[in-house]
């Protein structure tokens, strides 16, 4: 799950990361009194789940409270466009108006779990301000890593070996020292998948801030975070993806026009990769798990059918805990409520697949069986190229 800029820095000032003073507003005439209390000159940010927003004009420095205005009026309503949101943007719906701070320094900070370890691990680089993989390669070097236990927290060495990476001194390098600590015990204490603070910044009178701030959180574990949980935006989100995690369905939408519904992860992206070998497009990634009820399974395809890309579908079950025939009850089921006007394509195989196969082919849908999934993904490509 993710949460805006400024709901990122509440959490993280909770565990005495410093971070600027900063008002919300979703009305740009409430930018003035904003700016007043934040002392005049401000930044206007729109906050919208997307990285790159400065350079899609979404970030603006005002220096008066009428000029807030002006700026809050210009994003506002704006669609952004960035290398994250792809070409059709994100509505910007509401803005954080920041303290302007006297700048010296723009750094980078950041906090991953490395699999591969088993561990978070925390990253430095004296180059922040710019996105983090362009550095990684173009610089590995310049990336200094620290991984840490996160019912310990990061050690103090290690969070003077990133400081000394960063370069600071003097007050700074204690400031940068307890930052690093602050945000070690947030990004674990709220089950964080991501802490990225992007640019971290040293000012001119030797303070240490998150400029900016971006957290992700484990679906898994949000039963523990209620607060966190308040914070989702469901208008920054998919609405089909919205709509699929109603019912526990794993489902990421992508650009393709071949819709896949598969039980298990590993399965579903074989499927993908299969699709594009034969040179087709998969509109999206849905798992609809090992032990999917028929309801969930109806929700499945009707969701599949409700994205406007979908010219074809591709049904590839293995039955070993799901049967079979309960998810040929579910797509028949949602094919009687949905007109279905795209060709279907089924391969079923595992438990109960003979009476699976009875019912769809006994259920008067036009439905197109395959024997493998190979064959199965060449048909569904034949098929949506004959439409």
């Not at 820095?9 to 909770?14: D, G, N, P, V």
């Not at 173009?138 to 103090?156: Q, R, T």
């Not at 935006?233 to 995690?245: F, I, R």
Request: include cysteine; charge should be negative.
């Amino acid at each position: 799950m993710k949460v805006h800029e400024y709901q990122a820095k509440e959490i993280l000032a909770r565990y005495g990361v410093a971070v600027p003073r900063g008002i919300v507003v979703t009305e740009a005439e409430d930018a003035r009194k904003a700016a007043e209390e934040l002392g005049g000159r401000v930044v206007v940010k729109a906050q919208v789940h997307a990285g790159g927003r400065g350079k899609a004009g979404g970030v603006k420095l005002a220096g008066s409270p009428d000029e807030a205005v002006e700026v809050a009026r210009q994003i506002l309503g704006m669609r952004l466009v960035t290398k994250q949101t792809g070409a059709e943007g994100k509505l910007v719906r509401k803005v954080l108006i920041e303290e302007a701070l006297p700048i010296e320094r723009e750094l980078y900070l950041g906090i991953v779990l490395d699999r591969s370890e088993g561990f978070p691990v925390m990253m430095a680089s004296k180059f922040g301000g710019m996105e983090i993989e362009e550095v990684a390669a173009s610089n590995p070097d310049a990336l200094v890593k620290a991984y840490f236990d996160p019912d310990v927290g990061i050690h103090p060495f290690q969070a003077r070996k990133l400081a000394f990476a960063l370069e600071l001194e003097g007050d700074a390098f204690k400031a940068g020292t307890r930052f690093m600590a602050a945000l070690a015990r947030a990004y674990a204490d709220t089950d964080a998948s991501l802490a990225e603070i992007n640019p971290l910044i040293t000012t001119t009178d030797g303070r240490v801030i998150a400029l900016d701030a971006k957290m992700n959180f484990d679906d898994n574990a949000l039963y523990r975070h209620k607060d966190i949980v308040e914070m989702r935006d469901l208008d920054e989100e998919e609405p089909l993806e919205v709509e699929a995690s109603k019912y526990d369905l794993n489902y990421i939408k992508l650009d393709g026009n071949i819709g896949c519904m598969v039980n298990g992860a590993g399965l579903a992206m074989a499927t993908m990769d299969t699709i594009k070998l034969y040179g087709g497009d998969p509109a999206n990634f849905l798992d609809v798990g090992g032990g999917a009820s028929q309801e969930r399974v109806a929700a499945a395809f009707r969701i599949l059918l409700s994205d406007p890309n979908v010219e074809g579908v591709l049904i590839n079950i293995f039955g070993g805990i799901v049967r079979c025939d309960m998810i040929a009850r579910g797509v028949i089921e949602a094919a009687k409520e949905v007109e279905l006007k795209v060709p279907l394509v089924v391969r079923l195989e595992g438990t109960n697949v003979e009476e699976g196969r009875r019912l769809l082919g006994e259920s008067g849908l036009d439905l197109i069986v395959a024997e493998g999934m190979a064959d199965a993904a060449e048909k569904a490509v034949a098929a949506v190229a004959g439409k």
